[in-house]
Each structure stands twice: as structure tokens, then as C-alpha cells.
């Protein structure tokens, strides 16, 4: 019975032969998704969201015993320098803090913020009789005495952009600020620029 000599020979040429069709498809689809990333890109032009704490006071400040009443208040300017992207704002935490130590917490109400849009919202914070450490107590006095006292502002955010009608994912943003508040003098405040994250 004739048997025939090429038959080994044949199965590895085609099993590298599929290997490299795969290679050379899986290859393209790489590309061509980078591609379109790319144009994506340059077609939308992403820039950072910008943000500032436009006016600040305190009032109703009470240190005793290691423990802070007082009320905060902020307005925030959220600006979004994109021409086609907007942002859905699903839900915003905030926290005042001192000296890494959170005093208050406070929310925002859900909000959609178009492309080139300016937004300013209140945070308003109540600290009641929040615990400080010793240290962080001492520091707080001795800054309420040179009427300057130094606190942050965390935003904590669940955002989806828009561009078109497609939407993204949710994402989180997380923004921080530290204004520098007079006491004695809120209307001296100076805007501050914070730093936006994703």
C-alpha cells in the first residue's frame, strides 16, 4: 500500500501558516484600535477639568477642650474647558480638614455640567463638637490667634463625561483645595486653585 511522504511535512507548514493569519489579524485590530483612539483624541481634545474656591468663611468658631464647633462655608467654581465634552456630576462627598484630620463632612446635589460651562456650588460644613488630637488642637489655636488658619477642602466625585451621545463609564474625581481663611477678615479671602485628579 503507497503511502504518501508529504502528508507530515504539510500539517506543520499550515499550523504556522494559522499562526500567522492570527498574528497578522490580531495585529491590525491593534492598530486600527489605536488608530481610533487616536483620532478620538485629537477629535475631542480632553483638558483638566478646573477648579476654585471662590469665597470662604468660618463662623461660630469654638475650640474647647480638644473639641471644634464651628460652621464652614465655600463656594466652589467648577469650570469644564472642553468644547464637546460634559460631565454628569452623580454624586459629591465633600470634607473639610485640618491638619489631615477630617472636622465635617457635606454633599452637592447631583448636577450636568455642559462643554465650556462654568458652575459654582455651596459647601456648606457643621462641625459639632468634632474630637481633635492634642497637637492638632494646639496648632488650630495658634493659627485662630494670627487670624489665619489653613484648612483643605477634599472632593470626592462619581462623574461620566458625554461626548455626543455616547457616555463613559463612571469614574471617580477627586479634587483638593487649601484656601487660606482670615478670620477677621472673610472678605479678604483670595481665590484658590485646586488640584483635580481622575
Not at 480638644?66 to 463656594?75: E, G, K, Q, T
Not at 456630576?89 to 484630620?101: E, H, K, L, P, R
Not at 494646639?138 to 457616555?167: C, H, N, P, T, Y
Request: hydrophobic share 40%; net charge positive; proline share 4%.
Amino acid at each position: 500500500m503507497p503511502t504518501s511522504a508529504s502528508q507530515p511535512s504539510q500539517a506543520p507548514k499550515s499550523k504556522s501558516n494559522l499562526i500567522r493569519i492570527i498574528a497578522i489579524v490580531l495585529l491590525a485590530l491593534i492598530v486600527l484600535l489605536g488608530l481610533v483612539v487616536l483620532i478620538t483624541w485629537l477629535v475631542v481634545k480632553p483638558k483638566r477639568l478646573v477648579y476654585t474656591i471662590e469665597n470662604g468663611s468660618i463662623q461660630n468658631f469654638n475650640l474647647t477642650n480638644d473639641h471644634l464647633s464651628a460652621n464652614f462655608y465655600f463656594v466652589v467654581r467648577s469650570y469644564n474647558p472642553n468644547k464637546r465634552v460634559s460631565i454628569y456630576y452623580d454624586s459629591i462627598g465633600a470634607t473639610v480638614n485640618y491638619n489631615d484630620q477630617t472636622l465635617a463632612f457635606s454633599g452637592v446635589d447631583p448636577f450636568y455640567q455642559r462643554h465650556r460651562n462654568v458652575t459654582r456650588f455651596d459647601l456648606n460644613f457643621t462641625a459639632r463638637s468634632a474630637a481633635l488630637s492634642s497637637s492638632v488642637s494646639k496648632d488650630l489655636m495658634l493659627e485662630k490667634r494670627s487670624e489665619k488658619i489653613q484648612f483643605d477642602v477634599w472632593l470626592k466625585a462619581r462623574i461620566r463625561f458625554k461626548v455626543g451621545a455616547w457616555k463613559s463609564r463612571h469614574r471617580t474625581l477627586r479634587v483638593s483645595c487649601s484656601p487660606v481663611l482670615e478670620v477677621s477678615r472673610p472678605k479678604s479671602f483670595r481665590r484658590t486653585y485646586c488640584y483635580a485628579e481622575l
